[in-house]
């Protein structure tokens, strides 16, 4: 993006911040799939435990970034991985149900989540359907109520068709 001066004063349009960060989202995706070629990443991402560094399925599930929580669950992270931090030991599910994405809570359920595994952060303790009780999700609350009583078919991350994804969700 050129430089205006409406740059300079840290006002743009949300127009312009729109299309620069669609454009920027396209460059990211095409640089984690290339850096998800590499077999030592592939062997990472299947860990049980991220401790102390970024976990990326983690991080895509706290933004609600269903695309890039595809890539990665077809490239193999473990959707019932804990990210264990100061103060935090959470999966996917606890991040996506407590930031309040509920598509992203239904890819991990349908990819094999556990929806029974405990975590906490700081004071805030349970599965994930208590934290998103706590933050009053009710879409969320309900998700989880029903997966507790029908267990969601489960897809094989290997046939995730991200075309249609939205579509299934």
């Not at 929580?69 to 030991?89: C, E, Q, R, T």
């Amino acid at each position: 993006m050129p430089y205006s001066p409406k740059m300079a004063t840290g006002i743009l349009k949300w127009e312009d911040s729109l299309a620069t960060n669609i454009l920027l989202i396209d460059i990211h995706k095409k640089t984690i799939k290339k850096i998800l070629d590499n077999p030592d990443v592939k062997r990472d991402l299947g860990k049980d435990s991220w401790k102390d560094t970024p976990a990326p399925l983690h991080l895509a599930s706290a933004a609600g970034n269903v695309e890039i929580m595809a890539v990665l669950i077809s490239a193999g992270a473990n959707v019932n991985s804990y990210a264990v931090g100061i103060g935090a030991w959470l999966t996917p599910l606890h991040h996506a149900a407590f930031q309040g994405h509920v598509d992203g809570v239904k890819l991990l359920l349908k990819c094999g989540a556990d929806h029974t595994l405990e975590g906490f952060q700081d004071a805030l303790k349970g599965t994930a359907l208590e934290f998103a009780k706590k933050k009053e999700n009710k879409a969320i609350v309900d998700l989880l109520e029903a997966a507790r009583r029908f267990p969601p078919k489960k897809v094989d991350p290997n046939d995730l068709d991200l075309r249609r994804l939205s579509i299934q969700l």
